[in-house]
């Protein structure tokens, strides 16, 4: 599953430690029976937003029993038997991997019915009988009904202005809303689905379509789909509606990307992407593709960026239409990276799956890995490597704090399973990955992944599987570094002293964003991993393993050489700290002998640095003044989101306009010396145009704000729509910039465009752009929208946050959302009240501290008892970071030049 992803501080919302609660295990199915198959037809009513359910379940019993348990939540039971089976009564079918039963009514004409005791905490319904089961096959029939509901989860209603579509998310435990079933990942089965729709409607699933016959009643015809292979149970999906589909094919896949009929034509770059991505992976994964075909299809309303349901992928409109014409740049980044990121999981996750959920990061970091794979080898030009720095820049700040859990944690709860879903198992376990990745080098790592695909197909794994297979594979301790990382919290810091004659001095610790009494080893000791560091200095780099023991890396013996840098490729997983000399020369070497990555891992490495007090935030802006000059967009995105912080967390009312004239200054010139955008130029120079414009418009530069107005003007000029001979960088960072300084007029131009639902993303951006208004009476426009419930839930919260971490509107934002509690906390779903929870990690005072603990306290929100912890944890980590840095930014900006 791919998380929503609009900011870069919007992924580790809930970065947490999971705790194991007394009684939580009972809530795992007992471990005597196995389903081995399901046969499942299922009739929904879209006018009534109900549906009705018949279902079998092929069982095998471990024992005689007289009761059996199963998960169900917010399902009415009818009848329930069970037929027990000889083996005779059971046939093959073409997959050959499991048994399927003949008709059970035939088989045995002697059920037993059940009764069925529901326990709603649980989410378990069990089936006692009258006899005891027998132990062997069993076969449960069952009718059973329920809601479509509107919480974007399990069986649910997805609406346009048009008309309503029935359509599943499942992931993580949400398949028991629309089955009964043994909703566990290690417990896998086989499934033959038929869908029960009115006459116009079709219905996609997980498999091919196998026939469409009319009935049972006159109005419905009914659609049955072939075996599936065998899967677990989060992974099923039946779609229902008037779904249109562009079709294509790659390796002899079919391939088709579906729509409501309206948006089929925003259809064409995802199939093109999907085409490249699935001959991509045949051949790295050395296994052809699993499944017969592969749908994706877009959802008006969906919660998560997308689903990797087994050969049916949903996704969240905005990360699967675009315009392949005339969409920008950013915007088919998104859709081919999420694309990518889906179809990896139909390898790993689908095909071969987690265990348990406490390995949930098998799943989730290595699609995190993988997706900008095959996309940067598409489109080079794109610079993903730079993104990719970008990201390991963020995962290492949000481990780096208090409040954060180990890659691989307890979960056995439905909330705590949810909580999982974090920055730590996609953004950290994947730089992981990708660390051992840069380590073994690219080949070996790859015959490593093909062998533990092979050795589980169709199956469950472990961790230990994994990086068994990569330590058999490549004779080097892969095991102890991924162990290293997977069991153990936290981000290590590696300290340098000067150069001994052909090594090195390091030192391992543990590193905290916040230098606290709270965060030092108690008795001495000090946390250590097992470490690939790979060090650049003038010749190739020299990859070493740190090991808890050793303290010293070896260098060549070279007295001349004139620098390192101990994190070639920008892929270790780790901060580093040298002395002032080291720093000198790989400031002096930064443009010349350093890759993009390379100088975004120095900035994040500095800015860490000055977050935990051990360097000055003027030595800091000394970095990125001498980088301003920077050809790489990445490069300078790294130093604005920075100095964002700066403006937000450390400066105070009297030396904002100081900072403002500082950055005016310093890189007015760069900017002018760009030029105006000219036909057929680099996406990166058109990032770096853009991210220094939105710099000089936030710093209030008058020229740029003059030249913001002029080019919003010019994109809402034509029917809201913008100007398609604009910049397309440009005048978004126009639009951004216009504002936050905007009046009721430009207001009102973005809500009419947030309210037109022809393009997705431009609706989406809109959205977000409403919330990026200062004056205090839009900004409660903008709030009363979002409690109205006329945006759709799946961005309402997108909304909400983002005036809540912004400091201009921070406070008008928290005190409406005290004030309006009833009708915001409405709006949430199981997901999204976490993140607005997570948003308040952004406020700076000891007042707004305790007005979060005291409020949350008493006004409970699902599953964020660890996310409410970590906002806590962030505030007070910026309340200190203010203490420490303020003074020592004013005297900064009083030594500089006028």
């Known amino acids: 599953m791919m998380l929503v992803r609009y900011s870069a501080s919007i992924l580790p919302a809930f970065a947490l430690f999971l705790f194991t609660t007394g009684g939580v295990q009972a809530q795992r199915l007992p471990a005597d029976v196995h389903p081995e198959h399901y046969g499942l037809t299922v009739t929904p009513d879209l006018k009534s937003a109900t549906f009705s359910g018949e279902e079998t379940i092929d069982v095998v019993l471990d024992a005689p029993n007289k009761r059996i348990t199963l998960n169900a939540a917010e399902l009415r039971f009818g009848e329930v038997k069970a037929y027990v089976l000889p083996v005779a009564a059971y046939s093959y079918g073409k997959l050959g991997s ?16 059940a009764t069925v005791t529901l326990d709603g905490e649980k989410e378990q319904a069990t089936f006692s009988f009258g006899e005891e089961l027998p132990a062997g096959r069993v076969t449960l029939a069952i009718r059973y009904s329920g809601v479509l509901n509107d919480k974007l989860r399990g069986f649910y209603l997805s609406k346009t202005k048009a008309r309503n579509y029935a359509v599943t998310q499942f992931e993580p435990t949400d398949a028991r809303r629309a089955f009964p079933g043994f909703d566990e990942p290690a417990l896998k089965a086989t499934y033959d689905i038929a869908v029960v729709v009115d006459s116009g409607d079709t219905a996609i699933s997980n498999s091919n379509m196998i026939s469409d016959k009319a009935g049972p009643v006159a109005g419905k015809h009914t659609v049955r789909f072939a075996t599936t292979p065998k899967m677990s149970t989060y992974l099923v999906a039946f779609l229902v509606g008037d779904f249109k589909c562009t079709e294509g094919k790659s390796d002899g896949v079919p391939i088709r990307v579906c729509s409501t009929p309206d948006k089929v034509e925003l259809t064409r770059f995802a199939l093109e992407s999907a085409k490249y991505v699935l001959h991509y992976y045949d051949t790295y994964f050395g296994i052809k593709y699993p499944m017969s075909k592969l749908d994706m299809v877009a959802l008006p309303d969906f919660e998560a960026g997308a ?53 949930l990061w098998l799943n989730e970091g290595f699609a995190s890995w993988m997706e900008t794979k095959p996309v940067a080898v598409w489109h080079p030009e794109w610079n993903f490597d730079q993104d990719d720095a970008q990201g390991l820049n963020e995962t290492l700040n949000l481990d780096a704090q208090r409040t954060t859990r180990t890659i691989r944690a307890t979960a056995n709860t439905p909330d705590q399973i949810n909580e999982m879903f974090d920055g730590i198992a996609y953004g950290k376990a994947g730089a992981v990955i990708g660390m051992v990745e840069n380590y073994l080098g690219k080949e070996v790592f790859r015959q490593g992944v093909h062998n533990y695909l092979q050795a589980h197909l169709y199956a469950n794994a472990t961790a230990e599987d994994f990086w068994s297979a990569q330590t058999a594979n490549s004779h080097l301790p892969v095991d102890k570094i991924m162990s ?67 303290s010293s890396l070896p260098l060549p013996v070279d007295a001349g050489l004139p620098f390192f840098y101990s994190n070639a490729a920008a892929k270790g997983y780790y901060r580093t700290a040298y002395t002032p000399a080291q720093f000198s020369a790989i400031d002096a070497k930064a443009e010349s002998s350093m890759t993009p990555p390379e100088r ?13 007090g051990q360097t000055d935030v003027g030595d800091f802006l000394n970095l990125v ?20 912080k700066i403006d937000s967390d450390i400066t105070s009312d009297a030396d904002r ?24 130029e680099s996406f990166d120079r058109q990032q770096l145009r853009g991210t ?26 034509v029917n809201n729509e913008k100007d398609k001979t604009l910049d397309p960088t440009l005048a978004d960072a126009a639009v951004q910039v216009s504002a936050a300084n905007g009046d009721a007029g430009l207001y009102d131009k973005v809500l009419a465009v947030s309210r037109n639902f022809s393009d997705p993303g431009q609706q989406t951006d809109a959205l977000r752009l409403l919330a990026r208004f200062r004056d205090r009476s839009l900004v409660r426009r903008t709030l009363d929208l979002i409690a109205s419930g006329e945006v759709r839930n799946q961005d309402s919260w997108t909304m909400l946050a983002e005036l809540l971490r912004d400091r201009e509107t921070r406070d008008q934002a928290w005190g ?13 779903t199981v997901s999204s009240g976490a993140e607005v929870v997570g948003a308040t990690g952004a406020f700076c005072t000891v007042k707004q501290r305790d007005e979060v603990t005291d409020f949350f306290a008493i006004h409970k929100v699902a599953a964020v008892e660890r996310t409410l912890a970590k906002a806590v944890d962030s505030i007070n980590d910026c309340i200190k970071l203010q203490s420490v840095q303020e003074s020592r930014l004013h005297t900064w900006l009083q030594l500089q030049p006028k």
Not at 98 to 113: C, G, I, S
């Open 692 to 717: 220094l414009f939105e710099m000089l418009g936030e710093a209030h530069d008058t020229a740029v704000l003059a030249e913001a107005q002029r080019l919003t003007a010019r994109v809402f000029a």
């Open 307 to 359: 689903m990797e349901n087994f050969g049916c992928i949903t996704y969240r409109e905005t990360d699967l239409l675009v315009n392949a014409k005339t969409g920008d740049i950013p915007e088919k980044k998104r859709v081919a990276a999420v694309v990518a990121h889906e179809m990896a999981h139909q390898w790993f996750g689908d095909m071969v799956t987690m265990q348990w959920w406490d390995n």
């Open 98 to 113: 499991q048994p399927k039963p003949l008709n059970p009514v035939e088989a045995d004409r002697h059920p037993q019915t």
């Open 657 to 680: 306009a100081e900072l403002a004239a500082v950055l005016q200054r310093q890189f007015g010139p760069v900017y002018s010396a760009l030029g105006s955008p000219v036909k057929k």
């Open 600 to 612: 975004i891992g120095l900035l994040g490495d500095r800015w860490a640095l000055v977050q935990s």
């Open 625 to 644: 003044m001498a980088l301003k000059g920077d050809s790489s967009a990445g490069v300078l995105d790294t130093a604005h989101q920075a100095i964002e």
């Open 816 to 828: 409406y959302m005290r004030q309006n509690w009833e009708k915001v906390s409405a709006q949430f």
């Open 484 to 550: 290293s990382f997977v069991t153990q919290p936290g981000v290590p810091l590696l300290t340098f002293s000067e150069r001994q004659a052909g090594s090195v001095p390091v030192r391992q610790s543990r590193f905290f964003l916040s230098d606290d009494e709270a965060n030092r080893p108690v008795d001495g000791r000090v946390q250590e991993w097992t470490v690939p560091v790979c060090l650049k200095t003038t010749g190739e780099p020299i990859c070493r393993v740190l090991t808890p023991g050793d």
